[in-house]
Nanobody, 126 residues
Framework: QAQLRESGGGSVQAGGSLTLSCAGSGYTYRMDCMAWFRQIPGKEREGVAA???????TYTDSVKGRFTIAQDSAKNTLYLQMNSLKPEDSAMYYC????????????????????WGQGTQVTVSS
């Protein structure tokens, strides 16, 4: 029932910034956990950032200090502000939401999420 749709991806030079958005629809209930993941061809999906309904956030080490996850519950929208982008940040970025989180809300696993978006491509050139 719940649907997520990412936007804001594109091409940017190294050192630049992008803001990704994830708009939710088809639900009015609170999500315990929302998160951003990314994936490049030939590699497993990687957790980037996660945030609980009450605003506690977690980041993978490679983006800490450069990326910021935020949410606007009133708009059912999740954001990922990405600064100081590097070529290794290039990937398809996905957002995910978990209605009732039975494990910690972090970037360690892709399992258990209630809904996934279709992804938005981010390409960082050197």
């Amino acid at each position: 029932q719940a649907q997520l749709r990412e936007s804001g991806g594109g091409s940017v030079q190294a050192g630049g910034s992008l803001t990704l958005s994830c708009a939710g629809s088809g639900y009015t209930y609170r999500m315990d956990c929302m998160a951003w993941f990314r994936q490049i061809p030939g590699k497993e999906r990687e957790g980037v950032a996660a945030i609980t309904f009450d605003g506690n956030s977690t980041y993978t080490d490679s983006v800490k200090g450069r990326f910021t996850i935020a949410q606007d519950s009133a708009k059912n929208t999740l954001y990922l502000q990405m600064n100081s982008l590097k070529p290794e940040d290039s990937a398809m970025y996905y957002c995910a939401a978990d209605r009732i989180r039975r494990t910690p809300c972090n970037t360690e696993t892709t399992r258990g999420y209630h809904a996934w978006g279709q992804g938005t491509q981010v390409t960082v050139s050197s």
